[in-house]
């Protein structure tokens, strides 16, 4: 059982920037797929990024070159940088694993003004 403690978001300016960490536990890290997902109001829940046991990255269109998604297997903990924020990154974050069935951590809010 993997357990996933997702953070980091909060309120920015567009063009700011956040970092949002999701810290694992409970099984081998380093074995997992992580990455994040992205639920805004009143849409359907979409991958963001992914980062491999190898760190083999995926990125959704709307944000290559803006985020960036990295893991340390040392602090069992996988990141999310976003840069260049937009008011349509506004959403609840969640981290994801993947190692024969999936986890979820519990969401962290980002908002982004115009």
């Known amino acids: 059982q993997l357990q996933l403690v997702d953070s980091g978001g909060g309120l920015v300016q567009a063009g700011g920037s956040l970092r949002l960490s999701c810290v694992a536990s409970g099984s081998i890290f380093s074995m997992y797929q992580m990455g994040w997902y992205r639920q805004a109001p009143g849409k359907e829940r979409e991958l963001v990024a992914t980062?491999?046991?190898?760190?083999?990255?995926n990125y959704v269109d709307a944000v290559k070159g803006r985020f960036t998604i990295s893991r340390d297997n040392a602090k069992n903990t996988v990141y999310l940088q976003m840069n260049s924020l937009k008011p349509d990154d506004t959403a609840v974050y969640y981290c994801?694993?993947?190692?024969?069935?999936?986890?979820w951590g519990q969401g962290t809010q980002v908002t982004v003004s115009s």
């Open positions: 980062i491999t046991s190898s760190s083999r990255t």
């Open positions: 994801w694993g993947y190692y024969a069935r999936e986890y």
